[in-house]
């Protein structure tokens, strides 16, 4: 598609609920990235993928935060037992070669109450 | 490590007016470094970018020069417009390890009338 799309753009989920977000990065682009920013924060790197393969999950801030890229393009971050922490902006990016730079989608508002 | 550092704001300023927003890294390698605007209720677009020490990135009026000798990319714009008013986050990418961005905390520019 023409630019990085992320669905839903709002969720709110009442805390210990289950979440997926999407991520349908620009076709063919290899990499892909996963950003977290809290409000008035600059976004944390979550995880990386270059195609199907996850290569960085450091930034993932506990083992209930998942991601997969199973075919190499669409990608979904997973958040089990939501907390109230975890309520943020989750930003998708992807990109050719970080020499180009990134292309951000509109981000997923997360919410937990 | 690598880290980005920019000035804090929020930054006030009226149409017409000079501006600057600071920015210095540190890096492991030879970073890229790059603008990115986040206008009202967007996401993050990229603004502009160097990705070798002298390089100027220019765009929409806005200019960075890669300084490696002082480690900056400090932003400018010779005269600001109301459409201007958005969150600058300053950021870079280092070619080798996980090949993801870091960004600065953001700074926050209002241009009135």
């Known amino acids: 598609g023409a630019g990085v799309s992320q669905s839903p753009r709002y969720k709110v989920a009442k805390r210990g609920q289950d979440v997926a977000l999407r991520c349908d990065p620009i076709?063919?682009?290899?990499?892909l990235f996963w950003y977290q920013q809290a409000l008035g924060q600059g976004p944390e790197f979550l995880t990386y993928?270059?195609?199907?393969?996850?290569?960085?999950k450091s930034g993932l801030p506990s083992d209930r935060f998942f991601a997969e890229r199973p075919e190499g393009s669409v990608s979904t971050l997973k958040i089990q037992r939501t907390q109230q922490e975890d309520s943020a902006v989750y930003l998708c990016?992807?990109?050719?070669?970080?020499?180009?730079?990134?292309?951000f989608g509109s981000g997923t508002r997360l919410t937990v109450v | 490590g690598n880290s980005v550092t920019q000035m804090e704001g929020p930054v006030t300023l009226s149409e017409e007016a000079f501006l600057t927003i600071n920015c210095t890294y540190t890096?492991?390698?030879?970073?890229?470094l790059f603008w990115y605007v986040q206008y009202p209720g967007e996401g993050l677009q990229l603004l502009l970018k160097a990705t070798k020490a002298d390089d100027k990135g220019s765009n929409k009026g806005f200019e960075a020069t890669y300084r490696k000798e002082t480690t900056s990319f400090h932003l400018e714009k010779g005269s600001v417009q109301v459409s201007d008013s958005a969150v600058y986050f300053c950021?870079?990418?280092?070619?080798?390890?996980?090949?993801?961005?870091?960004f600065g905390t953001g700074t926050r520019l209002t241009v009135i009338p």
């Open positions: 990016a992807s990109s050719l070669l970080s020499f180009y730079g990134y292309t």
């Open positions: 890096a492991t390698g030879y970073p890229s």
């Open positions: 950021a870079l990418s280092v070619p080798l390890g996980a090949n993801n961005l870091f």
């Open positions: 993928f270059q195609n199907e393969a996850q290569l960085d």
């Open positions: 076709s063919g682009h290899v990499s």
